[in-house]
């Protein structure tokens, strides 16, 4: 019997995944994706979608809108107006619904699959060899041949020595999103995007949560006028952050109902007891089971596949994209990777700017930005300007009861092109979608400033602090 052959074969189903095996067939070519995680699915079979859609980004943005209408109800609406008693929030019924949605996208995958004419391998892919016609790839017990390989493994949490992860007592992303109940008191090591994310949602439904951050900084990565905001907001929220912390000893109780957490911080040695304990420390590569070692596919000091900003390993015919390389771990720089590599395959332009991907974290208020930091461009001496409007000054933020925030926007002194724009406040997931746009065709803050925006509206912000760059707010 011979062994089925492929144009292009995909290695992983997460985001970057699913989507190089969808746009290699839209582009004429035959395309298989071979997945083996099944993501706790009741039949145990694969399901697409990666860590996003199963256990990440998806699932994730579903507690938090619960969460939030929770808080909404329990604090805000009685300023409206709006009396409801007291609510109470059912955890169960709340993660039931939030499997919904997982179960439904990941079956809409299946058939994006279908309708594009898509082979699913179930099976994890590994390498075999190299052969005349591209390489032979190990998908179960099959070997399967393909012309050209994508290797999309995604990554998965990082966790710590010492701190066992059961993702029941002590858990990473996976266990922090099917808690039971709410937890009186929650404890997360990291306050990265995760970190503060989950903390958010917990908090909101009622538990006391402590971050405990080795950085000395909140949110390094950020613009630092939006860290300094969020860091205010969460502090008044009752969302508790120390920073500089130095983890020790993590003990559970004998009856796994509560864990010990030893550290020091500027104040000295501690210790806290927490009925769960979040562990979000970042991501690593999964390149383990790949086979690199043995057809030569070079790898990164970091675990990362070693690519070009074309995304091509060094091994003919092989690319690599997502979480699995360099760059940000986000589903959408993912998306953008495996539609370049497909695009470039089939002789055309494909392209993914890296600087005008944009980055979000789903709290709230929400924070988001596209670009360099004022932080960044001062340590590059680029002399830029600057233009800054809080979202008190705008009628439709006002009127949403969500007045806290601002819109910032960094732009070159002498081009007046936009290097950056920086988002805290509501709706910032959706409003930064304007930035990339007008950064993405190099843009700038005179642009923006002569486009008419609608009124009233939160997007509104981002017209005045393009005017304001030029120092000529009209509503501030």
Same mark, same amino acid.
């Given at each position: 019997?011979?062994?089925?052959?492929?144009?292009?074969?995909?290695?992983?189903?997460?985001?970057?995944?699913?989507?190089?095996?969808?746009?290699?067939?839209?582009?004429?070519?035959? @395309?298989?994706?071979?997945?083996?995680?099944?993501?706790?699915?009741?039949?145990?079979?694969? !399901?697409?979608?990666?860590?996003?859609?199963?256990?990440?980004?998806?699932?994730?943005?579903?507690?938090?809108? $619960?969460?939030?209408?929770?808080?909404?109800?329990?604090?805000?609406?009685?300023?409206?107006?709006?009396?409801?008693?007291?609510?109470?929030? *059912?955890?169960?019924?709340?993660?039931?619904?939030?499997?919904?949605?997982?179960?439904?996208?990941?079956?809409?995958?299946?058939?994006?699959?279908?309708?594009?004419?898509?082979?699913?391998?179930?099976?994890?892919?590994?390498?075999?060899?190299?052969?005349?016609?591209?390489?032979?790839?190990?998908?179960?017990?099959?070997?399967?041949?393909?012309?050209?390989?994508?290797?999309?493994?995604?990554?998965?949490?990082?966790?710590?020595?010492?701190?066992?992860? *059961?993702?029941?007592?002590?858990? *990473?992303?996976?266990?922090?999103?099917?808690?039971?109940?709410?937890?009186?008191?929650?404890?997360?090591?990291?306050?990265?995007?995760?970190?503060?994310?989950?903390?958010?949602?917990?908090? !909101?439904?009622?538990?006391?949560?402590?971050?405990?951050?080795?950085?000395?900084?909140?949110?390094?990565?950020?613009?630092?006028?939006?860290?300094?905001?969020?860091?205010?907001?969460? @502090?008044?929220?009752?969302?508790?952050?120390?920073?500089?912390?130095?983890?020790?000893?993590?003990?559970?109780?004998?009856?796994?109902?509560?864990?010990?957490?030893?550290?020091?911080?500027?104040?000295?040695?501690?210790?806290?007891?927490? *009925?769960?304990?979040?562990?979000?420390?970042?991501?690593?590569?999964? $390149?383990?089971?790949?086979? @690199?070692?043995?057809?030569?596919?070079?790898?990164?000091?970091?675990?990362?596949?070693?690519?070009?900003? +074309?995304?091509?390993?060094?091994?003919?015919?092989?690319?690599?994209?997502?979480?699995?390389?360099?760059?940000?771990?986000?589903?959408?720089?993912?998306?953008?990777?495996?539609?370049?590599?497909?695009?470039?395959?089939?002789?055309?332009?494909?392209?993914?700017?890296?600087?005008?991907?944009?980055?979000?974290?789903?709290?709230?208020?929400?924070?988001?930005?596209?670009?360099?930091?004022?932080?960044?461009?001062?340590?590059?001496?680029?002399?830029?300007?600057?233009?800054?409007?809080?979202?008190?000054?705008?009628? !439709?933020?006002?009127?949403?009861?969500?007045?806290?925030?601002?819109?910032?926007?960094?732009?070159?002194?002498? $081009?007046?092109?936009?290097?950056?724009? +920086?988002?805290?406040?509501?709706?910032?997931?959706?409003?930064?979608?304007?930035?990339?746009?007008?950064?993405?065709?190099?843009?700038?803050?005179?642009?923006?400033?002569?486009?008419?925006?609608?009124?009233?509206?939160?997007?509104?912000?981002?017209?005045? @602090?393009?005017?304001?760059?030029?120092?000529?707010?009209? +509503?501030?």
């Amino acid at each position: 019997m011979s062994k089925k052959q492929f144009d292009v074969l995909v290695i992983g189903g997460g985001p970057g995944g699913y989507v190089a095996a969808i746009r290699a067939a839209q582009l004429g070519f035959s @395309a298989a994706c071979a997945e083996s995680n099944p993501y706790a699915d009741p039949k145990g079979e694969p !399901r697409l979608g990666g860590t996003c859609l199963n256990v990440g980004c998806i699932p994730s943005k579903a507690l938090l809108h $619960t969460s939030h209408m929770f808080e909404e109800a329990s604090h805000d609406f009685a300023d409206q107006g709006i009396k409801v008693g007291t609510p109470s929030i *059912d955890v169960p019924t709340m993660v039931a619904r939030k499997a919904k949605i997982v179960d439904q996208l990941t079956g809409g995958i299946k058939g994006l699959f279908k309708k594009n004419k898509v082979t699913m391998l179930p099976g994890h892919g590994s390498f075999v060899g190299q052969t005349e016609d591209g390489w032979d790839i190990k998908v179960g017990d099959e070997v399967i041949g393909a012309k050209q390989v994508i290797i999309a493994t995604g990554s998965t949490a990082r966790h710590l020595p010492g701190i066992p992860v *059961d993702n029941t007592l002590i858990c *990473d992303n996976i266990g922090a999103l099917d808690l039971d109940a709410v937890p009186k008191r929650l404890g997360l090591i990291g306050s990265g995007v995760i970190g503060l994310e989950m903390g958010s949602v917990w908090r !909101r439904l009622g538990a006391e949560v402590t971050i405990l951050e080795a950085m000395d900084s909140f949110l390094g990565a950020a613009d630092q006028d939006v860290a300094k905001e969020a860091q205010k907001v969460f @502090a008044k929220q009752g969302l508790a952050v120390k920073l500089g912390v130095k983890v020790g000893k993590v003990t559970p109780a004998k009856n796994k109902k509560s864990v010990t957490v030893e550290f020091e911080d500027k104040d000295g040695a501690q210790k806290a007891v927490f *009925d769960k304990l979040i562990v979000s420390v970042g991501r690593v590569p999964n $390149t383990d089971g790949l086979n @690199a070692e043995a057809v030569g596919l070079k790898l990164t000091d970091r675990g990362m596949v070693d690519v070009n900003d +074309h995304c091509q390993t060094n091994l003919p015919g092989v690319w690599a994209v997502g979480d699995v390389v360099r760059g940000p771990m986000l589903a959408h720089k993912a998306m953008e990777e495996a539609v370049m590599v497909c695009e470039l395959m089939a002789g055309q332009a494909g392209h993914c700017d890296f600087n005008t991907i944009p980055w979000v974290i789903y709290t709230s208020p929400e924070i988001a930005w596209v670009g360099k930091t004022e932080q960044q461009l001062k340590a590059e001496g680029v002399a830029y300007r600057a233009g800054k409007i809080p979202f008190m000054a705008n009628g !439709r933020a006002l009127g949403m009861g969500a007045p806290t925030g601002f819109v910032k926007m960094l732009a070159c002194a002498e $081009t007046d092109r936009i290097l950056g724009v +920086h988002i805290i406040g509501a709706n910032a997931s959706e409003l930064i979608s304007e930035a990339v746009v007008a950064m993405e065709f190099h843009g700038a803050a005179e642009d923006l400033a002569r486009i008419c925006h609608a009124h009233p509206t939160m997007s509104e912000a981002v017209h005045e @602090a393009a005017l304001a760059v030029d120092k000529r707010p009209l +509503h501030f």
